[in-house]
């Protein structure tokens, strides 16, 4: 490994001539031309991990060991347990494996630096990081939960081949998690926890730890509702948030949308004192933006949903054809498809206006999406036949379905955007594939949302699976009969 003396002389500075290192230390060490990207190909065919060669510090978050210790209490810095401090100075360029001289502490923090600004999960999420180092340098929760999503990234980066001497990744994400999950624990009694930020986006990465890890879903569900709803619905909605505070609002109601669709739940957004809090923030907005206007649209469709099959529910199963709750549903329903279908025309003539982008694509999935998720409240029922109702055709579903599955091949081939933000629309146009074609395309964007990393999407992949074929035995013993 070369001295920190050698890697000094390797910078190059503004006026330096010479050129920028770019290959790789397995290719420069075979001498051979490296085509770039990690890992390069020629890593991947060689089935070696894939190194880059140090280049300048300039621009990068360094992590500097501390020669003084002081103690963490409440939320000021004391004594950092973790014997690390942070000069952030992080751009956009970092490499996940830049990390040459540095401690295994350091290296994980890049991992976790480098998953962040790969997976844009809001337009400005990668800007997060240099608000967040700070509080990590002073938060034991959040250092070892972000630790934990680092060492799961480098873990699948690596094979699970961890540094000689040293735990595999895979045991380090483990230890952060549990960690992490037991400094939350022992705070939660505060007085003041919920107005703190450290805890909030520890919440998140320890709910993305488990998307990463638990392909169940079930871990990620419990810290959404337990844990990130509850901060914030103690800590109740406010127009006057800090940008820290703001851009975690913001993602929160994204995921939280998906959430209540995807397993038929109550959220808190859907909460009167919530709603007026967005229409108060969308009303200080220097332009409209769709992608919220279209999670509103998602809060307030799964809301009516809930709301509509209690309602039926009540009603017995013999008086829902002359019952006029039944129609006063249909007629609501008709409300909210119209809603959905001014979204649209609104978002294509911005779309002309300002051109495509890949979140306009995510909003348009959510668009196409939420058609269809309101039509099924409705035409799987005979009591609606006769009554107009937000009922998409079969032809209507078709559509909308292909135009979910190129959106989605889109986004995730050619954006950064996280696979998981696409659980919902991908669920919803599994529910109504037909096809051969259609089912195993949809496998595919299942597998490479999996390839990315989130081994949540095995369950929606299995229950897609066991749907299709509990459809198929049944449309052969109709047959049959």
Known sequence: MPSPTTLQRRMLGPLDKRRRVTRCLG?????????????CSQCIRQDMICVAQQ????????????????????????????????????SSGIHPLDFIGKDKGSRL??????????????????????????????????????????????????????VQGENSPYVDAMSSYHMSIGILRSCVGNKNVMQREDVLWATFFLGLF????????????????????????????????????????????????????????ETILSQECWDRLQTTLSSKATRWEPMDEIITLMIQ???????????????????????PSVALLAADGLNAQENIYNWHTKTLLQLVQDGPNEYLNLALLYYHALL??????????????????????????????NTILYLSGEVLRYSKIPGVMLLFPVTVAGARARTVEQQSELLN?????????????????????????????????????
């Open 55 to 90: 280049q300048s510090g300039h621009g990068m978050a360094v992590f500097v060991n501390k020669t003084k210790q002081d103690d963490f209490d409440g939320g000021h810095r004391s004594a950092d347990r973790n014997g690390v401090t942070i000069t952030n100075r992080h």
């Open 372 to 401: 269809i998720f309101l039509s099924g409240n409705y035409d799987y029922f005979p009591y609606w036949d006769n009554i107009p109702a937000p009922v998409l055709s079969s032809g209507e579903v078709s559509e909308h379905l």
């Open 27 to 39: 290719c420069a060490k075979r001498r051979i031309k490296c085509e770039g990207g990690f890992p």
């Open 301 to 323: 469709t799964s809301a009516f949903s809930r709301r509509a099959g209690a309602i039926i529910d009540m009603i017995p199963e013999t008086e829902r054809f002359t019952d």
């Open 210 to 265: 488990e998307l990463l890890s638990d392909d169940s879903g079930e871990g990620w569900v419990k810290h959404m509702l337990y844990g990130t709803s509850k901060m914030l619905q103690l800590a109740g909605p406010s127009d006057c948030m800090s940008p820290v505070r703001r851009m975690f609002y913001d993602l929160f109601r994204t995921l939280e949308a998906s959430r209540a669709l995807l397993y038929d739940d």
């Open 109 to 162: 923090l890049d991992y976790f630096v480098s998953f962040i600004q790969r997976n844009m999960f809001t337009i400005s999420f990668s800007s997060i990081v240099p608000d967040l180092l700070p509080l990590i340098s002073t938060s034991p929760i959040l250092y070892h939960a972000v630790i934990a999503v680092g060492a799961l990234d480098a873990n699948r980066h690596t094979g699970g081949r961890g």
């Open 445 to 481: 964007l299942l597998d490479l949302v999996v390839c990315r990393g989130f081994v949540v999407a095995n369950k929606i992949r299995d229950g897609l699976l066991e749907r299709w074929a509990k459809r198929d035995k049944k449309e052969t013993m109709h047959l049959a009969i």
